[in-house]
């Protein structure tokens, strides 16, 4: 039924997997200066302050039980027996997809577990939090690795992968987003404009005057499940599930 097929992913899955978020109640931008943790300028006033900023969730992630849920698991399987083209953008920083076997995947907001060379933007895998020898092999003198992370102020990463991808696609599926931060907020425009069928997956109830077609209210572990299995079976998806 469906050629290609593009999904947006954001906090709210990752939440699911019992992963603090930013901008929710309670969220780090209520304990942080987004200012001084999440942009170039703070960096380069206080690199110390930024690296602990992301150690500190660093930790979080790989104190015990953080696990993929069974919405991450359900896109990955989407993606092995998908016979059409799908693409997974997201704006987490975590690796959730990729421990539950997603593989052509974009990190737009770019990835915890890496740093990146300030000269060349040659990106480390990193096995440890920041430390001061975190430098990169591609420049003499090394430079000292920054995090690997889209901040406030930044282009986000493959917009031109993206923006393609969304300009071919037939189904666009934004799971877990809260529709308010640009350029991401403007993906379903897009996709409605060359159109595609579009999709919202979400906690909360539809925004009045939403963009997406569709909406189904629930967790992303409960919804993509279904979802899944009708995309595969090459059913029409057209409901509201309240
Ligand atoms: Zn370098």
């Keep these: 039924m469906y050629q290609q097929i593009v999904i ?23 304990e942080h200066k987004i200012e001084e943790v999440a942009t170039p300028e703070g960096y380069a006033k206080n690199p110390l302050l930024v690296e602990q900023f992301y150690n500190d969730r660093w930790q979080q992630f790989h104190q015990g039980d953080i696990q993929p849920n069974a919405g991450h698991l ?60 975190h430098t990169c092999t591609c420049c003499i003198p090394a430079q000292r690795l920054r995090p690997h992370v889209v901040w406030f102020g930044e282009m986000p990463i493959g917009l031109d992968i993206i923006q393609s991808a969304l300009d071919t696609c037939d189904l666009f599926i934004a799971i877990g987003t809260s529709g308010t931060v640009y350029p991401a907020a403007g993906f379903v425009d897009t996709a409605n404009h060359h159109g595609a069928k579009t999709v919202d997956v979400n906690l909360l109830p539809a ?28 059913k029409m998806i057209s409901g509201q599930v309240d």
């Excluded at 907001?109 to 000269?119: A, D, E, I, T, V």
């Design 74 to 133: 359900a896109l990955a399987k989407l993606e092995q027996e998908f016979e059409g083209k799908l693409l997974v953008v997201t704006q987490n920083i975590d690796d959730l997809h990729e421990r539950a076997g997603s593989k052509r995947l974009l990190h737009m907001h770019g990835q915890l577990s890496k740093g990146r060379c300030p000269r060349s933007r040659q990106t480390f895998l990193l096995k440890e939090p920041f430390g001061p020898n």
């Design 207 to 234: 925004e009045r005057g939403s963009q997406f077609q569709y909406h189904y209210k629930g967790k992303a572990s409960e919804v993509l499940p279904m979802l899944v299995e009708q995309i595969l079976q090459g």
């Design 8 to 30: 947006l992913t954001g906090a709210g899955i990752s939440a699911e997997s019992g992963l603090r978020t930013f901008r929710d109640q309670d969220g780090l931008w209520e």
